[in-house]
């Protein structure tokens, strides 16, 4: 196996990063300033932007490679692409973009420390099972561009899903990564989450509009939707968040994440998401069965405190927000139906596509075939639809395979943010019609991939790397 060595850029690498980007931004403030009274406003705007645009780059080369990832999660999560217009001729959304120099750094990275005659570390921060089914999910998505009744109409998102999900999964030993993105994707969802309580109080996501991001809002509740212009992947971020906030707590008794963990909940029920919510709870029950595992006195005792804080928030929920009201209102109803009619859909394209896949993200335009105009409100069905039963079987393999890292490194935190993703994403089209999101799935399985050791399998973790080393 190819083996990507970890880098080693630390806090002078930043300094000389802020120095150069503060350099260029000076400059082009200067340039800026003495040529706004020659060009024209939409110019000067255009200027601005490339300017902008040449700041971040050179930023994102000086930065350490390790948290290129946390970087990207943090300019997806609070919607700098969503607002800032950007070249429609960029071959990748810029998330992607970002992921892909990170791959690119990784690998020079790997090649100057191999030529300077540094030793390999061991590959013990993937799992070859997930590797080998993203190897086989690659393969067959392929295998559908080309076969598939309607391959010719997913390119697209197959590139989006190789760069966003597959190839970063391939790099492999990325512990660094995965610890940033953890404390990143909490924080952010504490940010957030604070947001959408004023945000819902106004009836208005107030700066998102004000910066130019069009509004969802069609529904007789005001719905939370953030950064992300959307509650559905408002919330589905934002449970993430919570599972990931939860566990580090339980794991490692953060207040700060407990802290995060919360207010990304509180974001999930101001979306008045269903899908979400039972995420949330089912998460609850999850990390809890895996810390229960651990018979550490304080972990026994975060435990009944996150029973106790279960149990306040299912009567808050219940009593004190429009959550019930929503769940049965004429709208929710109406989605029910709508769901129920996409999966027999789902099943009947499947079968058109003889199981083996219409093709690449095409699981909307082959629901189309048999009048269906809605979308299939189910990322599994989708797949099923678009990549077939091989596809959904490699797919699901490589889930569990992910799933199975954090069971057995202990790490609760990876853990949870993983279940929450993956029950939250059974509730809507996420897979197939919002391929900007591949990213939150490739950091996910980053994060998941290379799970912590727990203090109790500590002791597994050094015969490994003894072996390895050996």
Same mark, same amino acid.
């Given at each position: 196996?190819?083996?990507?060595?970890?880098?080693?850029?630390?806090?002078?690498?930043?300094?000389?990063?802020?120095?150069?980007?503060?350099?260029?931004?000076?400059?082009?403030?200067?340039?800026?300033?003495?040529?706004?009274?020659?060009?024209?406003?939409?110019?000067?705007?255009?200027?601005? !932007?490339?300017?902008?645009?040449?700041?971040?780059?050179?930023?994102?080369?000086?930065?350490?490679?390790?948290?290129?990832?946390?970087?990207?999660?943090?300019?997806?999560?609070?919607?700098?692409?969503?607002?800032v217009t950007l070249p429609a001729s960029l071959p990748l959304p810029p998330t992607t973009l970002i992921l892909?120099?990170?791959?690119?750094?990784?690998?020079?990275?790997?090649?100057?420390?191999?030529?300077?005659?540094?030793?390999?570390?061991?590959?013990?921060?993937?799992?070859?099972?997930?590797?080998?089914?993203?190897?086989?999910?690659?393969?067959?998505?392929?295998?559908? &561009?080309?076969?598939?009744?309607?391959?010719?109409?997913?390119?697209?998102?197959?590139?989006?899903?190789?760069?966003?999900?597959?190839?970063?999964?391939?790099?492999?030993? $990325?512990?660094?990564?995965?610890?940033? &993105?953890?404390?990143?994707?909490?924080?952010?969802?504490?940010?957030?989450?604070?947001?959408?309580?004023?945000?819902?109080?106004?009836?208005?996501?107030?700066?998102?509009?004000?910066?130019?991001?069009?509004?969802?809002?069609?529904?007789?509740?005001?719905?939370?939707?953030?950064?992300?212009?959307?509650?559905?992947?408002?919330?589905?971020?934002?449970?993430?968040?919570?599972?990931?906030?939860?566990?580090?707590?339980?794991?490692?008794?953060?207040?700060?994440?407990?802290?995060?963990?919360?207010?990304?909940?509180?974001?999930?029920?101001?979306?008045?998401?269903?899908?979400?919510?039972?995420?949330?709870?089912?998460?609850?029950?999850?990390?809890?069965?895996?810390?229960?595992?651990? $018979?550490?006195?304080?972990?026994?005792?975060?435990?009944?405190?996150?029973?106790?804080?279960?149990?306040?928030?299912?009567?808050?929920?219940?009593?004190?927000?429009?959550?019930?009201?929503?769940?049965?209102?004429?709208?929710?109803? !109406?989605?029910?139906?709508?769901?129920?009619?996409?999966?027999?859909?789902?099943?009947?394209?499947?079968?058109?596509?003889?199981?083996? !896949?219409?093709?690449?993200?095409?699981?909307?335009?082959?629901?189309?075939?048999?009048?269906?105009?809605?979308?299939?409100?189910?990322?599994?069905?989708?797949?099923?639809?678009?990549? !077939?039963?091989?596809?959904?079987?490699?797919?699901?393999?490589?889930?569990?395979?992910?799933?199975?890292?954090?069971?057995?490194?202990?790490?609760?935190?990876?853990?949870?943010?993983?279940?929450?993703?993956?029950?939250?994403?059974?509730?809507?089209?996420?897979?197939?019609?919002?391929?900007?999101?591949?990213?939150?799935?490739?950091?996910?399985?980053?994060?998941? &991939?290379?799970?912590?050791?727990?203090?109790?399998?500590?002791?597994?973790?050094?015969?490994?790397?003894?072996?390895?080393?050996?």
């Open positions: 196996m190819t083996v990507f060595t970890q880098p080693s850029r630390g806090f002078k690498s930043v300094a000389v990063g802020a120095f150069w980007a503060l350099a260029v931004a000076a400059g082009t403030a200067v340039f800026a300033v003495a040529t706004v009274h020659t060009v024209q406003p939409v110019r000067f705007a255009s200027i601005v !932007g490339v300017a902008a645009m040449i700041v971040g780059i050179v930023v994102l080369l000086l930065v350490p490679t390790w948290s290129l990832p946390a970087i990207m999660l943090g300019l997806y999560a609070l919607g700098v692409f969503a607002v892909m120099l990170w791959v690119i750094r990784r690998l020079l990275d790997s090649l100057r420390q191999h030529a300077n005659g540094a030793a390999s570390v061991p590959r013990i921060g993937n799992s070859h099972v997930g590797l080998w089914s993203a190897l086989a999910l690659g393969v067959w998505v392929i295998f559908t &561009l080309f076969a598939g009744a309607l391959g010719s109409q997913g390119q697209g998102w197959a590139i989006s899903f190789f760069t966003a999900v597959l190839v970063p999964v391939c790099v492999g030993f $990325s512990e660094r990564e995965a610890r940033a &993105l953890k404390s990143t994707w909490i924080a952010l969802g504490g940010i957030i989450g604070f947001y959408t309580v004023i945000e819902s109080a106004l009836r208005q996501n107030f700066l998102y509009w004000a910066l130019g991001m069009p509004s969802s809002q069609h529904w007789s509740m005001y719905r939370a939707e953030g950064p992300f212009g959307h509650p559905l992947l408002l919330s589905t971020f934002l449970v993430v968040a919570f599972g990931l906030g939860v566990g580090m707590w339980l794991q490692y008794g953060r207040k700060s994440a407990l802290v995060g963990g919360a207010l990304s909940l509180t974001g999930v029920v101001m979306s008045l998401s269903r899908g979400a919510i039972l995420a949330a709870i089912v998460t609850i029950f999850a990390v809890y069965l895996l810390a229960g595992a651990r $018979s550490e006195g304080r972990s026994s005792k975060r435990l009944v405190g996150l029973g106790a804080l279960a149990l306040a928030g299912v009567v808050t929920v219940v009593f004190g927000t429009s959550v019930v009201d929503r769940w049965t209102s004429t709208e929710a109803a !109406g989605s029910t139906d709508a769901r129920d009619g996409g999966f027999s859909v789902a099943l009947s394209a499947a079968e058109w596509g003889h199981w083996l !896949g219409t093709g690449p993200g095409t699981s909307a335009v082959a629901a189309q075939q048999f009048g269906f105009t809605l979308p299939i409100e189910n990322s599994y069905l989708q797949i099923l639809v678009s990549l !077939g039963i091989p596809g959904l079987v490699v797919f699901t393999l490589l889930c569990v395979s992910a799933l199975s890292v954090t069971i057995r490194r202990i790490d609760i935190a990876a853990f949870g943010g993983l279940v929450a993703y993956l029950v939250a994403i059974a509730g809507y089209n996420l897979i197939d019609d919002r391929r900007s999101a591949h990213v939150l799935l490739g950091c996910l399985l980053i994060i998941a &991939l290379n799970a912590e050791w727990g203090p109790r399998s500590r002791a597994i973790a050094h015969k490994e790397v003894t072996y390895a080393e050996r």
